[in-house]
């Protein structure tokens, strides 16, 4: 037939492959999804520790199980201490693979952008109850403007703060605290004697029972702490630039490793920024209660840190106690660290 002849009655429809039913957005609930904790991710697969199930019917042992992101879940970042819900092989075997359909609701975020001027917000870790700043007190030099972007980022995360301060036996640790004593922040101070860490057990007291994330500079002694309070741990060790004063990155990645007396700590690499524009100025004040309650006479949008500032009467009139200026130059002195722009 020419197809000069043809017409719309010649026309010929391929049948759908896929079938004719229609696409739903409905999509399947998992409710016997194993819930499991996420303890390492590596490259796309994610390591996740099933706890253990007892029961009059049967038992079931903790397991790790390897897993990758289920494609429902698009972009969602999924971080080290999610509660995440697994379908597939959860047996724990080593040539299994489950699938990661879910994340549970966070109880706390922890946050940093790539700089001041990046608002795409970074979630380190998730569900952690404590902030460990690790620092040195020498070799290399200690950074307090690095220190108080943390101290920000845990007040933001809802976190409770703790310094760490490391190699004490270089330098004594006093001058250094002074600067911290009006913010009222825990602190552990451990210092090298040979082969021991003088202070390792305080660090265990303040971790047992709870979930730490711990961050610092490189070169700081992060690791060899880690290595300390989890025998077997093997977190590898760098050393310190004699030219640049800096630590070279050893750990790579995050990971959770579960401590001795209970607990978890979430070793994370080393860091040379820590961008803060997502922080919201009243989460922090939030943790300044003698402070917070002087800031209903502020001018709409204060930055708390300007001369119309209701908080500096509220200070002079004694509403915040003997320590009140000096609460308030550190509040003031967190604040400032949101647009800083220097090198730390």
């Known amino acids: 037939m020419s197809w000069r002849n043809l017409d719309e009655g010649d026309v010929r429809v391929r049948p759908n492959r896929r079938g004719s039913r229609p696409r739903t957005k409905e999509r399947p609930a998992h409710a016997d999804a194993v819930v499991a904790m996420v303890i390492g991710v590596d490259r796309g697969r994610y390591t996740c520790l099933v706890p253990?199930?007892?029961s009059k019917r049967h038992h079931e042992p903790e397991r790790v199980v390897v897993a990758m992101k289920a494609r429902d879940l698009g972009r969602t970042r999924v971080v080290v201490g999610d509660?995440?819900?697994?379908?597939?092989?959860?047996?724990?075997?080593?040539?299994?693979?489950?699938?990661?359909?879910?994340?549970?609701?966070r109880?706390?975020?922890?946050?940093?952008?790539?700089?001041?001027?990046?608002?795409?917000?970074?979630?380190?870790?998730?569900?952690?109850?404590?902030?460990?700043?690790?620092?040195?007190?020498?070799?290399?030099e200690p950074r307090p403007r690095m220190v108080d972007r943390c101290l920000v980022a845990a007040y933001d995360a809802g976190l409770e703060p703790l310094?760490?301060?490391?190699?004490?036996?270089?330098?004594?640790a006093a001058d250094f605290l002074a600067k911290y004593t009006?913010?009222?922040?825990?602190?552990?101070?451990?210092?090298?004697?040979?082969?021991?860490?003088i202070g390792l057990d305080e660090v265990r007291e303040r971790l047992a029972g709870r979930v730490t994330v711990l961050v610092g500079h490189s070169g700081v002694g992060k690791s060899t702490l880690v290595n300390a309070l989890v025998p077997g741990a093997t977190r590898?060790?760098?050393?310190?630039?004699?030219?640049?004063?800096?630590?070279?990155?050893?750990?790579?990645?995050?990971?959770?490793?579960?401590?001795?007396?209970?607990?978890?700590?979430?070793?994370?690499?080393?860091?040379?920024?820590f961008g803060l524009a997502h922080i919201d100025v009243d989460r922090i004040i939030d943790h300044f209660p003698d402070l917070a309650a002087g800031?209903?006479?502020?001018?709409?949008?204060?930055?708390?840190?300007?001369?119309?500032?209701?908080?500096?009467?509220?200070?002079?009139?004694?509403?915040?106690?003997?320590?009140?200026?000096?609460?308030?130059?550190?509040?003031?002195?967190?604040?400032?660290?949101?647009?800083a722009v220097e090198d730390y």
């Open 182 to 197: 009006p913010l009222e922040v825990d602190h552990v101070v451990t210092r090298r004697d040979g082969d021991d860490i």
């Open 52 to 54: 253990a199930v007892a």
């Open 236 to 273: 590898a060790i760098g050393v310190v630039n004699d030219v640049t004063g800096r630590g070279r990155h050893t750990s790579t990645s995050a990971v959770a490793l579960r401590l001795p007396e209970g607990g978890w700590v979430i070793d994370t690499p080393g860091i040379r920024s």
């Open 295 to 339: 800031t209903g006479e502020c001018p709409r949008g204060c930055t708390h840190d300007e001369e119309e500032c209701a908080l500096d009467e509220w200070v002079r009139a004694g509403h915040a106690g003997e320590p009140g200026p000096a609460r308030l130059e550190s509040l003031r002195r967190l604040l400032r660290t949101r647009s």
């Open 83 to 105: 509660e995440v819900a697994l379908v597939g092989d959860t047996s724990g075997e080593p040539d299994g693979l489950a699938r990661i359909v879910r994340i549970e609701e």
């Open 163 to 172: 310094l760490i301060l490391t190699k004490a036996d270089l330098v004594d």
């Open 107 to 140: 109880r706390s975020v922890l946050r940093r952008t790539a700089d001041d001027t990046d608002p795409v917000e970074r979630v380190i870790v998730a569900n952690a109850d404590r902030l460990g700043i690790v620092t040195a007190l020498a070799d290399p």
